[in-house]
C-alpha cells in the first residue's frame, strides 16, 4: 500500500509524544494514510514501546494500550473530517498480552458517519497477523467543525 506518512514531532503537552517519548517508553510513533483516496476513512499507526511501560513485568500496561488506539482513533478523526473530534465512547478487547520491547502497528478505519458523529473500529497486532488488542469508538466532532470550521463548542 503506498501512502503518507508523517512522523510525530515532539510535542511537551502531548501524552504519547511528549510525556512518554524516551526511548525507554515510545521511541517512535509514525502515522500513515492511503495516498490515492479521495476520502480518507483509514489510518495506519507504527509504534515503538519500551520496557518501561509495565503493568505486569514484561508486558504492557492495559491502559497505555488503550491511550494508544484512542490517539489513532483520534489522528483518524482528525484527518478525516480536517478538524478535531473528542471521545465519547472507548471500547477495548484484550485479546493477547503485548510483550515488551514491542514494535506494534495500530489499524483504525471509519465504520460509520452519522452527522457529527465518527463510529470507528480498530485493532493492535504485531504486524504479522497476531491481534493483540481490538477496540472501537464513537467520536463526536463539536458542532460548526462539521463544516470546515475549526472552532465551535466542544460537543
Known sequence: MEARSRRSKPRPKHFL???????????????YVPKD???IDELYCVIELGDALCGHEG???GGLLATILDDAFGALCFVSNKT????????INYRKPVPLPSKLLIRTRVKDKVRR??????SIED?????????????VVPRGAEKGNRGGSAI
Open 59 to 61: 508486558l504492557a500496561h
Open 117 to 122: 458523529k465518527r463510529y470507528m473500529l480498530g
Open 84 to 91: 478535531t473530534g473528542f471521545t465519547a465512547n472507548l471500547s
Open 17 to 31: 509524544v511528549g510525556t512518554l517519548s524516551d526511548p525507554a517508553c515510545v521511541s517512535r510513533i509514525q502515522y
Open 37 to 39: 483516496t479521495e476520502e
Open 127 to 139: 504486524g504479522e497477523g497476531k491481534v493483540f488488542v481490538e477496540g472501537s469508538a464513537l467520536f
